[in-house]
């Protein structure tokens, strides 16, 4: 009787490959830019206008067709039933210690936010210290950063609204968890960074209108003290001549220091310059002077600053630098061939985190980089955390993987000793699945590798649904991770392949740069040589094969079909970045230019033009099944993009394939999505895919 529902559902008219699908019409406009003498039309201009009457009732009816479309899939209400069963168990998160209190999140199962708790030491009473599910209705207003005081009295935390990138501001105290009056609004890229009795924090001026697409310009760093309001705030840099830079002031733990880092669109890495903090008044003294490397800020070890650089590194290697000769880099962890990923600096030692073919490794090393041990992690999969103040003798950390649920670890720095933390219980049998790591060739002859994750005895009969997922870009790496939600998908005898393609950090710098500007095609090759080689090992298919991701894996979505609509079934960019031309034009796109390039060049028009999304589709083509994903209050991809895209493609589509949008409401670019909207994007998805695919959900 309890799938009685799901019967019924079988008896309605359910769509066919072959159903025609009337779109709503997407009106045209005379637009057309010249580009250094290419003349390229831009007929649906008026859709990136997200707060015009005419683009909310297009909103509308594009999601009433994929409505309908999406309501007559038999097992839709099937799969959102099982996403909810796979997600309804508690998750932890590592605590932090803060005083004589340890501070973790939790979510009990099926919130949409996670809590935050606190208790007093490791086995005291856990209670409630903040719940942002009580600051909505519906879930959508979202905890951003935590930033404790050094002296670990306060707490800062912002908070974001629909998933805006606009975040408030606002103070707690940690001993009573009183709600202070302090409150910061038009917060944006930034954080709180604790000095003293306030903090340093970047805000833009209030928008007079574009809230959600104007461009980030001219952003100020400002001071609070505790218990003055915001009007009081002491501005304490800008720079009224370069509109496109990002700044931050941050304070060493013992507040001896102050660290001003600047980094600007289309430049690779960042400024640095530092000053005493007992001299306010003294100018910063520059640390690194020239943009073109990658270099962190970890900690002052005495009168040195420890440093990560990819400098002469292109794997990136650990330096202590005199502030008074900072040219002189002492290398303390030299560079391997294994990338560094981070390194963190507690109780007088250094956590170094390193990925090896994207898989982290973690070695503990003392001040002067001799190694003391190697943290035996459990197997391929990621880890994370190692944080804590200098004179804390025991950090946490959390490994997982595909099939490994996040497991917490508590370090001992003293012993140098592991100890098992907390274990995750899921509602699934982990061992039923299993991860393996395969390398393939791209088209330039470079080894790739893939993750592969999948149900015990797959057979490579050409026939597995398989979802092909990738990044591709601003030095991010994708490791293996544990997603609930993969679950559903590979209960259906589906296979996961997760190429580390070029763009990413996985290998260093260079496999980043060989994925930038002019290098960008080298990506898409990479993600259409992963499908070649899944299909010629018999993986799959093409009409087994669905593509997907999201932001700039979007646009590698986007790209992909557009160059090779033949190559699957199935494509869901989301959230995407398609408008290679005018990108830079919105919210904080110009930060992207190093990462692209913009059509304000010559020669950089030219290569975004062969490769954009929106620019390179075509009438008459044959398009894969394809679900695009975005949202109204996406500030960081605009959702014009995706609007841009879809009308166009719903325009050129010749084959049957469906060319469908999803436009959530009160949502942004992913972040802090209440989980009932993320459980019900995840089912939608998924019955697109299962059904475009000819699976039948079990």
């Not at 001299?279 to 040195?304: C, M, R, W, Y």
């Not at 899944?534 to 557009?562: F, H, Q």
């Not at 954009?612 to 960081?636: I, W």
């Not at 949502?667 to 989980?675: I, S, T």
């Amino acid at each position: 009787m309890k799938y009685l529902f799901l019967i019924l559902l079988f008896s309605f008219v359910q769509p066919t490959l072959a159903q025609k699908i009337d779109y709503p019409p997407s009106k045209t406009v005379d637009q057309v830019d010249n580009y250094f003498g290419t003349r390229v039309a831009d007929p649906y201009r008026w859709l990136e206008n997200t707060d015009s009457a005419d683009v909310h009732a297009w909103v509308a009816s594009e999601n009433a067709v994929t409505e309908d479309y999406l309501s007559r899939i038999p097992y839709r209400a099937k799969l959102r039933a099982r996403l909810e069963q796979l997600l309804n168990y508690p998750r932890i998160s590592a605590p932090h210690k803060v005083g004589e209190y340890y501070f973790f999140s939790k979510n009990n199962g099926l919130q949409n936010q996670g809590v935050v708790y606190r208790q007093k030491g490791l086995t005291g009473t856990p209670e409630v210290f903040l719940d942002p599910n009580t600051l909505s209705s519906d879930g959508t207003a979202s905890l951003g950063a935590m930033d404790f005081s050094h002296d670990d009295k306060y707490l800062a935390y912002g908070i974001h609204k629909s998933g805006s990138d606009w975040q408030e501001i606002f103070v707690r105290e940690v001993a009573t968890g009183k709600l202070l009056n302090d409150h910061i609004e038009w917060v944006r890229y930034s954080s709180a960074a604790w000095y003293k009795d306030g903090f340093f924090y970047g805000r833009y001026d209030a928008p007079k209108s574009g809230q959600y697409t104007a461009s980030s310009d001219f952003q100020k760093i400002y001071y609070h003290k505790l218990g003055t309001p915001q009007s009081a705030d002491a501005l304490m840099y800008q720079d009224s001549t370069n509109k496109e830079r990002l700044f931050s002031i941050s304070a060493t733990e013992d507040d001896k220091y102050l660290l001003l880092d600047i980094s600007e669109g289309g430049k690779i890495g960042s400024l640095i310059s530092w000053k005493r903090a007992d001299e306010p008044q003294s100018p910063f003294q520059p640390l690194v002077t020239e943009f073109g490397h990658n270099v962190d800020f970890v900690d002052a070890i005495g009168d040195k600053f420890l440093l990560i650089t990819d400098e002469d590194a292109p794997t990136n290697r650990a330096v202590l630098v005199d502030p008074a000769r900072p040219h002189n880099y002492e290398t303390i962890i030299p560079a391997k061939p294994e990338t560094l990923d981070g390194v963190s600096y507690v109780n007088g030692k250094l956590v170094a985190t390193y990925m090896k073919d994207a898989s982290n490794h973690v070695f503990i090393y003392d001040v002067r980089g001799k190694l003391e041990k190697e943290i035996a992690l459990p197997g391929i999969g990621t880890s994370y955390g190692f944080e804590g103040k200098r004179a804390d003798t025991e950090v946490f950390y959390t490994f997982s993987g595909f099939t490994t649920p996040p497991t917490i670890y508590r370090y001992n720095l003293v012993t140098n000793t592991s100890t098992l933390f907390h274990k995750t219980e899921v509602p699934f049998n982990v061992g039923d699945f299993v991860t393996e790591q395969v390398f393939y060739t791209s088209k330039d002859g470079t080894r790739v590798p893939m993750f592969l994750v999948h149900k015990k005895g797959l057979v490579k009969n050409g026939q597995n649904p398989t979802k092909l997922y990738a990044y591709g870009g601003f030095d991010i790496s994708l490791t293996p991770y544990f997603s609930p939600s993969l679950i559903a998908f590979l209960e259906q005898g589906g296979l996961y392949a997760q190429p580390n393609i070029r763009g990413g950090g996985e290998y260093g710098k260079a496999w980043h740069e060989a994925g930038m500007k002019e290098h960008k095609q080298n990506v898409f090759d990479d993600f259409i040589a992963a499908a070649s080689y899944l299909c010629k090992e018999n993986y799959t298919s093409p009409n087994k094969l669905a593509i997907e991701g999201g932001s700039n894996g979007g646009l590698l979505i986007g790209a992909v079909m557009c160059q090779r609509p033949d190559l699957c079934k199935v494509a869901l960019p989301e959230v995407g970045v398609m408008d290679m031309l005018r990108y830079h034009k919105f919210t904080i796109g110009w930060g992207w230019a190093s990462e692209y390039g913009t059509s304000d060049d010559s020669t950089e028009f030219e290569n975004l033009y062969k490769y954009s999304p929106l620019h390179n589709l075509r009438p008459g083509v044959s398009y894969p099944a394809t679900l695009v994903s975005t949202a109204d209050h996406d500030d960081r991809v605009v959702p014009g993009h995706s609007f841009k895209f879809i009308a166009t493609l719903q325009h050129d589509q010749s084959g049957p394939n469906p060319t469908l949008i999803t436009i959530e409401t009160k949502a942004g670019h992913g972040g802090g999505k209440p989980l009932a909207k993320v459980i019900s994007e995840t089912a939608d998805k998924l019955a697109f895919t299962f059904y475009n695919l000819g699976v039948k959900v079990e």
